[in-house]
């Protein structure tokens, strides 16, 4: 799933293209995208999209009379830019938006189709997106310790929580708790004033050093490989190679359909974590399906 680092190169990479630039059509080959019908989709056509903005893992599209597109990519979905009037792959597209100089298209590999377009009218209405999370970019220290200790959860699922902080996934967290040298099963109620000061910084380092380094890679194109498994990660999707720092064996967690990764030596004292009490302990303090705790930001769904 696009996490906060590549949503923010997605969003500085369409207002480059696209800001004040008219958009004269959606084009719909899903109609299930799209999980509005008031206002109308049309009510956009031919609107020049003024701003892009975040909300959490969501990427806003600002036009003129506060409309709104609210769009969320989920795991599979992703944008690419190509000519004008471009056709939408078969298997795998859900939508076009046709500008003058080219068209931005909306696809979701996979059968679960999750990826999902909202189309709303005024502040008020977009706020309902926002689950609450905390700008982990913009927090203070303070901030932050106050709501880390809200409710007492495993770090993976704090971290990754879209009530508790916004933009935070699985891949990113994983990379975070690796850098501050926590164990992922790590109870916040159980953390001292240290630990959570070394949170808060790896949260801040980890994700302002991958913004800069997708940017770096993206230069003036457009992000067309977004992924989850970046070479450069330390732990994330790297079971069974050596840990950069240590050079210990990367380990996992498995449990429903969720992998946790991390390094025994940096992070757990050398104990492996993968036995059946603590997949026990993360299915109840984890959903099933990694995107669950997206889906119930989405306005109106049981928290």
């Given at each position: 799933m696009p996490e906060l680092p590549d949503i923010t190169i997605y969003i500085e990479r369409l207002n480059a293209l696209l800001r004040d630039r008219p958009l004269r059509q959606i084009r719909l080959a899903s109609p299930f995208?799209?999980?509005?019908?008031?206002?109308?989709?049309?009510?956009?056509?031919?609107?020049?999209?003024?701003?892009?903005?975040?909300?959490?893992?969501?990427?806003?599209?600002?036009?003129?009379?506060?409309l709104f597109l609210v769009l969320h990519l989920m795991i599979a979905g992703r944008l690419r830019w190509r000519e004008p009037g471009a056709r939408i792959?078969?298997?795998?597209?859900?939508?076009?938006?046709?500008?003058?100089?080219?068209?931005?298209?909306?696809?979701?590999?996979?059968?679960?189709?999750?990826?999902?377009?909202?189309?709303?009218?005024?502040?008020n209405a977009l706020q309902g997106f926002d689950a609450g999370g905390l700008d982990v970019l913009n927090m203070t220290v303070d901030a932050f310790r106050e709501r880390l200790l809200s409710e007492n959860h495993t770090l993976k699922r704090t971290l990754t929580d879209p009530r508790l902080f916004s933009g935070i996934g699985n891949a990113y967290s994983?990379?975070?708790?690796?850098?501050?040298?926590?164990?992922?099963?790590l109870q916040t109620h159980k953390m001292t004033p240290e630990q959570i000061e070394r949170l808060y910084s790896a949260i801040r380092t980890t994700l302002t050093e991958w913004?800069?380094?997708?940017?770096?890679?993206?230069?003036?194109?457009?992000?067309?490989?977004?992924?989850?498994?970046?070479?450069?990660?330390?732990?994330?999707g790297k079971y069974g190679q050596p840990c950069p720092v240590c050079g210990s064996t990367i380990q996992r967690i498995r449990y429903a359909h969720n992998e946790t990764n991390y390094c025994p030596t940096c992070q757990t004292g050398g104990r492996l974590l993968a036995d059946r009490a603590l997949s026990r302990l993360l299915?109840?303090?984890?959903?099933r399906r990694p995107e669950e705790l997206e889906e119930r930001t989405q306005p109106g769904a049981r928290k």
């Open positions: 995208v799209l999980r509005t019908a008031q206002p109308p989709l049309e009510s956009l056509h031919q609107k020049p999209v003024i701003d892009f903005e975040r909300i959490g893992k969501r990427i806003v599209f600002v036009f003129p009379d506060e792959p078969g298997k795998i597209g859900l939508a076009a938006f046709d500008f003058d100089h080219g068209t931005l298209l909306l696809t979701e590999a996979g059968t679960q189709k999750r990826a999902s377009m909202h189309v709303v009218q005024g502040r994983d990379e975070i708790l690796h850098r501050a040298g926590l164990s992922p099963i913004i800069d380094r997708l940017r770096e890679e993206t230069g003036d194109g457009f992000p067309e490989s977004v992924t989850a498994f970046h070479p450069g990660m330390a732990v994330h299915k109840q303090d984890w959903p």
